[in-house]
């Protein structure tokens, strides 16, 4: 298995990151909540689809190293270790896995099971959010699910579900185009 990363690889990892970057700023804040409603979510399941399982994951991966290191990335432009390890530092940390999850599913070429993985990545993206929630912010678990879950369920699904959708309708046009 070649390991190497191409110039292709880096170009597309580098504008997955940038494009993450750029989505992150799209923040609403949620009053009752201290997660705030962001693009960041249908961006990772935007470039899991339509990249690479190694694009998407490492796209995610320079993504969150340049908010660690300060570089204002997050939502509302913030960055550094204390986003990471505060207390929505959990849905950030989930990313990566999102994007693995959701690149596997590429290759069982089923629309179905496409929409199933995503939302167990999104599910595992939650359980990691608010864990760190529940831990970070001293929640009990019921007060980190109301906070930190129950307000997202609805958007989540309409949001994924139209994100899958586009995803999987760009994947098909790259896909006609590079042949």
Do not use: W
Request: hydrophobic share 60%; charged share 5%; no cysteine.
């Amino acid at each position: 298995m070649n390991q190497k990363l191409s110039i292709r690889d880096l170009t597309f990892i580098g504008m997955g990151a940038a494009i993450l970057a750029v989505l992150s700023q799209f923040s609403i804040p949620i009053p009752f909540s201290t997660v705030p409603i962001t693009l960041q979510v249908p961006a990772v399941i935007l470039l899991a689809l339509i990249y690479t399982p190694k694009q998407s994951f490492l796209s995610v991966i320079i993504f969150i190293l340049l908010g660690a290191v300060g570089l204002p990335v997050f939502s509302n432009f913030h960055g550094g270790l204390n986003v990471i390890l505060g207390p929505t530092g959990g849905y950030i940390i989930g990313f990566p896995l999102m994007a693995l999850i959701i690149g596997y599913s590429k290759k069982l070429d089923n629309p179905l099971l496409t929409f199933i993985l995503v939302y167990i990545a999104i599910a595992v993206d939650y359980f990691t959010g608010v864990l760190q929630l529940s831990i970070v912010a001293h929640l009990s678990l019921p007060a980190a699910l109301a906070a930190g879950l129950y307000p997202f369920i609805i958007k989540d699904i309409i949001v994924v579900f139209l994100t899958v959708l586009l995803g999987v309708k760009i994947r098909q046009r790259l896909s006609t185009a590079l042949l």
